[in-house]
């Protein structure tokens, strides 16, 4: 109960992060081109899938991209918590809001239980992945990881190797597709197939673990840079 008390503690930050920054904002413009997009032509799947992807960047970049939120970890780590703990809730800052965004875009657009499935998986996974980046290296590493999955992340790696002498650069973002959280593959959620499932469950996990080292070393270094 401890535990779930101090995730929860995390996870409240979200409220007055929508209302009183730019995080509703772009929430909100995300989610009216997407319908937008939709109610022109675009695959529901598609739709919903880049709503929950994009919604876990904004949301990870909005929970812990700025320097003030990372070196309040320090802060955070004074009080009887751990970096678990402050990593899951920071995690379900994210992904809270993109479901949020993904249910409401899909049903714009024309509900589908499978789309709304696979952007919800989409969400989980990104969010992890984009979190521990923005650990890393700050709300760069999310504008860069927003524009892989708005350009390039519905792209299936075979598509890419599958011309003539692709290239080293062309067989490494290949190689990034297939092992990385992409939206290919978690189109084969809204089917039911249990692997891409566990491949977003897989990278939710590891993004919270990755990001709960992380807020350790950083709460362990912020005396010494004092």
Request: aromatic share 6%.
């Amino acid at each position: 109960m401890h535990f779930l008390r101090c995730v929860l503690a995390e996870w409240s930050l979200v409220r007055p992060r929508l209302l009183r920054t730019r995080f509703g904002a772009c929430l909100l413009l995300l989610g009216a081109a997407l319908v937008w997009l939709g109610n022109r032509g675009a695959d529901p799947l598609a739709v919903a899938l880049h709503a929950g992807a994009l919604g876990g960047v904004l949301g990870a970049a909005f929970a812990a991209g700025s320097s003030a939120d990372r070196a309040a970890f320090a802060i955070a780590l004074a009080h009887p918590t751990t970096p678990f703990a402050v990593a899951c809730g920071r995690w379900l800052s994210a992904v809270i809001p993109a479901a949020g965004l993904t249910i409401a875009c899909t049903a714009l657009v024309g509900w589908q239980t499978g789309a709304a499935a696979a952007g919800l998986a989409a969400a989980a996974a990104v969010a992890g992945c984009a979190l521990a980046a923005v650990l890393v290296a700050g709300t760069g590493a999310a504008l860069v990881l927003f524009l892989c999955m708005a350009l390039a992340g519905a792209v299936p790696p075979e598509t890419i190797v599958g011309v003539a002498e692709p290239g080293a650069a062309r067989l490494a973002v290949a190689s990034v597709l297939e092992l990385g959280p992409a939206l290919w593959r978690y189109r084969e959620v809204a089917t039911g197939d249990p692997g891409a499932v566990l491949h977003a469950a897989t990278w939710a996990a590891l993004g919270v673990v990755l990001a709960s080292g992380l807020v350790r070393r950083r709460a362990q270094s912020a005396p010494k840079s004092k």
